[in-house]
């Protein structure tokens, strides 16, 4: 408890000696979420700790504190407020001109490239696409692309030499594109905004022109928003308010107050005088329009197509505005919340993101089935909104207007012209759909998939594996400089379990090397002898890379004994029973001891050097024909050497006239055990 609240502090102490800086707080909203009764004790400290070193920073703007979320209710109000968090800025989907300008992006390395006609019809179909989503549909279109030229490298996992410029896009790559796709806005909850199908379009393609020149009367704000004027900076727009103002401020009275720095008093107005406002500005409604409790209401008889297709239709020419939808699922959907809650939320949201849209399809049956509290809410916060705040009502209704109950029909009221009556489609719209059904769709043959083509796919040449990369001599230096680091670890931890086992009193008869003056025919049995101090010799000239060279040897020790010493005598059955000792005790130590991961690592470079065809400095230093003698060759040229070095040593100590008595050695320092005489007679 407490370091969260010290790891902020040193933060924000960093960022006031690297000033000027940024601290950036992404997903804030888990780091302050709102303080409550519910909350953990734990959060309100950190809370409390992000405020006050907030309010901490100087007012030189030399430390800037930004925040990201996509959840602006879970973050606490006191962070929202002047002196901490002073602009929000609020990051919709993009509209169509966005999704145009995206598309052009991530399609201007096409060659050729896309058509302009093309990029605009893309762009109004990817309603509710975000920019990885648009990035996606690019994406994907290619590899469709790619199946449909080449779909015979999905049938095998080997890789093939493709001609890229063959790979050409068409048109219904980007629509099956589209129908892989889900937005990552439509995947928690679907968007109510949606054109017309193609289908549709001839039956209702004139209400729904009706129903936009009623909304653009009663919500101008929708006539701004599909016009493709680039909205202006807040300088420009400052500057164009004040060309387009009614007022003339030439002649407007002061701010300041003057008089006191007068050295004589001027006669004071008379408060009789009627004074204008200092805050009276108007502005022109074509600029800045403005709309008197808008509301719109699409009523109808059942299956007029309100509700599936020009409500949805409506909000698809509405996309630039926030749509915020209340309907039963909405109110009864989340259990932790009453319906009166959850209607307060809506509308709290609906406010905060001006201009917006509350969508409430299906208000009649809405009507009926809330609680009598429910409705009370509702009216209450449908009247707490200011007469001129751009918050549009849309509602749809599968009853006519007349059939409505008396409180819905007080909401939309017709003499208003906020209530739209959809009515069945004309006779020339019937013609012109069942023109387009018949003599267009119908009389088009069905696609068939030829099988031609697919029995003659063409044999792709398969792809060449591409050369391994040649490192660089530095990299190399690195490369072996690390590796000899691992090695070296590898060779400290081999001397340790050497030492010791040889130190071990069961295993002396292991330690060195095999007496042939005593056993002449050990090496006509053992080809290839082993001890425990040939094992240190070969740690020390760096002959064992893995742990798995080093108990090779040691199972060699082992299986010398067991061939040599054969099961028949008490003395041979102890050292065999020594020999397995020792190697269950070198594996035991390794298993117990020994690092998985180090142990991986040792075999990587094993295989690494193999494959450079890499040698050790002692495998260099050597004669090359040392290492091509047979072991047992190499061990009667050692027993020679050493029988020679004997020979020397006794002659010096004759000419020094030294007299020592001959210590003698045990048998089993000698590496055997002499057979008694008694087993020997007895057999």
């Known amino acids: 408890v407490g370091e969260s609240e010290r790891q902020l502090r040193l933060l924000f102490d960093q960022a ?29 400290s950190i809370v409390s700790t992000l405020l006050a070193l907030m309010d901490g920073l100087d007012n030189r703007g030399e430390i800037v504190v930004i925040g990201a979320t996509n959840r602006l209710d879970s973050i606490d109000p006191a962070l929202r407020r002047p002196g901490r968090f002073d602009r929000e800025f609020l990051f919709n989907l993009p509209d169509r001109k966005a999704r145009k300008h995206i598309l052009k992006i991530h399609t201007r390395d096409w060659n050729p490239k896309l058509k302009d006609t093309f990029v605009e019809e893309l762009a109004d179909k990817c309603v509710g696409y975000c920019g990885a989503d648009i990035k996606a549909l690019c994406t994907e279109a290619a590899l469709v692309a790619l199946r449909r030229r080449y779909p015979q490298i999905y049938t095998s996992s080997q890789k093939f030499q493709l001609d890229v410029t063959s790979i050409v896009l068409g048109s219904q790559d980007f629509y099956y594109a589209m129908r892989n796709i889900v937005p990552a806005s439509q995947r ?10 193609s289908v549709i379009r001839p039956l209702l393609e004139s209400t729904l022109a009706d129903v936009l020149v009623c909304l653009h009367r009663v919500f101008p704000h929708a006539e701004l928003s599909q016009g493709d004027r680039r909205e202006a900076d807040l300088v420009s727009q400052l500057l164009e308010d004040d060309a387009y103002s009614d007022d003339d401020n030439d002649g407007a009275p002061s701010i300041f107050d003057t008089q006191s720095h007068l050295g004589s008093p001027k006669k004071q107005p008379s408060s009789a005088t009627t004074q204008k406002p200092f805050l009276h500005f108007t502005m022109s409604a074509y600029h800045q329009p403005t709309s008197y409790q808008p509301r719109l209401l699409l009523a109808g008889d059942r299956g007029s197509g309100q509700t599936a297709h020009l409500a949805p239709a409506l909000l698809h020419c509405l996309e630039k505005f926030t749509v915020h939808r209340l309907d039963l699922p909405t109110l009864y959907s ?32 809405w009507w009926e089935a809330i609680s009598d509290t429910v409705r009370s809410t509702f009216l209450t916060l449908l009247q707490d909104i200011p007469s001129f705040c751009p918050v549009l009502i849309l509602a749809t209704s599968e009853t006519t207007y007349r059939e409505l109950p008396d409180e819905v029909r007080c909401i939309f009221r017709s003499t208003y012209g906020e209530v739209v009556n959809v009515k069945r489609p004309s006779e020339e719209d019937r013609r012109k759909f ?14 068939r998939r030829k099988k031609a083509a697919l029995e003659t796919l063409e044999e792709l040449v398969p792809a060449e ?22 090695l070296r670890e590898l060779r400290l931890f081999l001397r340790d379990v050497t030492k010791r086992l040889a130190t071990d009193k069961r295993f002396n008869i292991f330690s060195k090397p095999v007496d042939i003056e005593e056993v002449s025919d050990y090496l006509e049995v053992i080809r290839q002898p082993m001890d425990l101090s040939t094992i240190m010799t070969r740690i020390d000239t760096h002959k064992y890379l893995t742990v798995k060279d080093f108990l090779g040897d040691v199972d060699l020790i082992c299986s010398n004994a067991l061939e040599y010493n054969p099961d028949k005598d008490p003395g041979d059955k102890i050292i065999r029973h020594r020999a397995c000792t020792l190697k269950d005790t070198a594996h035991a130590m390794f298993a117990a001891e020994l690092d998985p991961e180090f142990n991986r690592m040792c075999e990587e470079i094993k295989e690494s050097r193999r494959k450079r065809g890499f040698q050790t400095t002692a495998q260099q230093t050597n004669p090359p024909g040392a290492a091509s003698r047979r072991p047992g060759v190499a061990a009667e040229e050692a027993s020679r050497s050493i029988q020679g070095n004997g020979t020397q040593a006794l002659s010096s100590k004759c000419n020094n006239h030294i007299k020592r008595k001959a210590r003698r050695r045990p048998s089993w320092g000698r590496g055997i055990i002499r057979k008694k005489k008694s087993y020997l007679k007895k057999e």
């Open 334 to 365: 989340v259990s932790a919340k009453t319906p009166e809650e959850s209607c307060a939320q809506v509308f709290r949201e609906a406010r905060r993101s001006v201009p917006s849209v509350v969508y409430m399809p299906h208000i009649s049956e």
């Open 465 to 486: 594996p591409p050369p391994p990369r040649q490192l660089s001599q530095e990299e190399q230096k690195r490369l072996e400089d690390q590796e000899e680091d691992t």
């Open 188 to 197: 928690a909850l679907i968007s109510p905004g949606r054109a017309l199908s």
């Open 16 to 44: 006031y000696l690297m000033r000027p800086s940024i601290i950036f707080f992404d997903e804030i909203d888990g780091l302050a979420p709102v303080r409550s009764s519910r909350q953990d004790q734990i959060h309100s």
């Open 434 to 447: 069942f023109i387009d059904l018949i003599l267009v769709q119908a009389a088009r043959p069905p696609a």
